[in-house]
């Protein structure tokens, strides 16, 4: 197994999960082929010296990170580590050229200026093979404003001791009790939106942004300076009494004990024809020392009621990690829940696909899943309600379902167990096979990297590329479009739909166990 396998499973043992769950079938599931042990070809033997290379590190272990607020908070603060290094150092997450390298990352806790202190007990004197510059590398993401001196860091943090939450504190979107901060300290949450544009915005998320590096694999930045972008900022507050908490919540004072910047959002607003909205979640954060405590959650939410306050048709996501996906669905799923014409479907299907018999499920004379189809009221109230978009709706409306069946116990190789389990399958058909994503009746659809216009006086038209349609000819059996793609390397679309089918039963388990209804 490699580093970043290793991780990915670290990350989802983390949010818990179990096996897949016995859901037997009369409508046949391709079969998982269990993976076999690769043969990967033999790296080339290491030398005595690579092998016990004392020069380099990992960078994990070499990096720490500690959000503070005074001097003294620079020993005392709790230092977190990375989850990935590689986006930053070298790809094999290793640092060259140093015994013993330490690399502290102090940074203030409300408005994450940075100090960087780097600590060895050697270093390579190589003039050819010379050591990894480690501030640069940071410095390339954290910004020129980087520190590298520690008394300068520290009079940064007096300076800014009564520094406000920028640009007037925003618009204040969600407000709730924040939960694990000790049971003798009291502290809000407030979640406030920001245009992300804003010149005293986009400084203070430059400066805390690196985080997504460091703890999401892939991440990558967003262009400030387009207006479409929305910052949702999860700001913590401690306080002592009542009125100072009406304060901190009305935007007259962020405390008087320090505030810190949570976790973070940014959403980005496109156009749908002709006269509409939609958002996409694209970066979500929660630093380390504030993890587990509701947040994640709540920045879901948040973004939910900014959705419906700028009328927003629906709310997408941009590539979920698996851990943001079951939250996303835990959350949706609750809330749908909660919407009494939503439960009512969702039994009224019940009993319907109650009603199916073995006979149907052995002649086949219709789709068995129409039983459970979502009702067309559900989308729209889902949509308009919910700011949910149609595959996320699929998704929940198929685990309210399963999580109805479970309670209710319902046979798991009852005819309405093939139902669903038809119903599945035929939406991870359409969402992941390929072949099924190109047709078209009878036409297939497949697009090409060949550049349509890369000449001629056409060149800035030199994004567009070209694509290939083939048609069935008439009388041809079936009515298929030839397919172009053979070869070894074509992956079996049966096995492709058996993972995906493995993989959503898996997580149906899991969220039967997370999302009570």
């Known amino acids: 197994m490699d580093a970043q396998e290793a991780k990915r499973r670290k990350l989802e043992a983390k949010m818990g999960g179990g096996p897949p769950p016995s859901f037997p079938s009369a409508v046949p599931v391709p079969a998982r082929k269990e993976p076999q042990p690769s043969q990967p070809k033999a790296p ?34 709790e230092p977190f580590e990375p989850e990935f290094t590689h986006q930053v150092f070298r790809e094999d997450e290793t640092i060259f050229g140093y015994k013993e390298l330490r690399i502290d990352i102090f940074q203030s806790a409300h408005l994450f200026k940075t100090y960087v202190k780097v600590r060895f007990a050697e270093k390579v004197k190589s003039t050819l093979n010379p050591a990894d510059d480690v501030i640069e590398a940071l410095r390339a993401h954290f910004g020129e404003e980087m520190m590298t001196d520690e008394k300068t860091f520290l009079s940064t943090l007096e300076a800014d001791k009564d520094a406000r939450v920028p640009a007037g504190g925003g618009d204040v979107v969600a407000v709730a009790d924040a939960t694990g901060v000790g049971d003798d300290v009291k502290a809000v949450d407030v979640i406030r939106a920001f245009r992300l544009s804003d010149a005293a915005v986009y400084p203070w998320h430059a400066r805390f942004e690196p985080l997504i590096l460091f703890f999401i694999d892939g991440a990558s930045a967003v262009d400030s300076e387009d207006d479409n972008w929305t910052l949702l900022c999860a700001t913590r507050h401690v306080y002592t009494s009542d009125a100072e908490r009406d304060a901190i919540v009305s935007g007259a004072s962020d405390g008087n004990h320090g505030w810190s910047t949570a976790a973070f959002a940014t959403i980005y607003e496109f156009f749908q024809y002709p006269d509409k909205k939609r958002a996409r979640l694209s970066q979500i954060v929660v630093a380390p020392p504030f993890q587990r405590q509701g947040l994640g959650s709540a920045l ?29 669905d835990v959350g949706d799923v609750r809330a749908l829940w909660s919407l009494p014409s939503v439960a009512a479907a969702v039994r009224a299907a019940a009993v319907a696909a109650s009603k199916l018999s073995r006979e149907d499920v052995e002649k086949e004379k219709a789709p068995l899943c129409l039983a459970l189809q979502c009702p067309t009221s559900v989308k729209n109230e889902a949509r308009d309600v ?13 685990a309210l379902l399963f999580l109805f069946a479970k309670k209710s116990g319902a046979p798991e190789d009852s005819p309405a167990a093939a139902a ?15 072949d099924a994503q190109r047709d078209a009746g009878a036409k297939r659809v497949y697009h090409s990297d060949v ?22 000819k008439k009388g041809r059996a079936g009515g298929q479009a ?17 993972e995906y089918f493995h993989e959503t039963m898996s997580n149906l388990a899991w969220l039967a166990s997370a999302a009570k209804i």
């Open 44 to 77: 080339p033997p290491a030398t005595a010296a690579e092998e016990a290379d004392p020069f380099v590190c990992d960078a994990n272990d070499a990096v720490s990170f500690r959000l503070v607020r005074t001097a003294a908070d620079m020993a005392t603060a």
């Open 300 to 328: 879901l939410s948040a973004t939910r009621a900014l959705a419906t306050k700028r009328s927003f048709v629906d709310v997408t996501v941009e590539d979920p990690t698996p851990q943001l996906q079951r939250l996303r």
């Open 386 to 398: 919910l700011k949910l978009c149609a595959p996320q709706l699929a998704r929940c409306w198929e």
């Open 420 to 434: 669903f389990t038809e119903l599945v399958v035929r939406r991870l058909r359409r969402q992941h096979c390929a």
């Open 451 to 472: 550049a349509l216009f890369a000449s001629g006086g056409n060149e800035h038209l030199a994004a567009e590329k070209a694509f290939v349609m083939t048609k069935a």
């Open 482 to 498: 030839p397919d172009l793609e053979e070869g070894e390397d074509k992956q079996d679309p049966a096995e492709v739909l058996a």
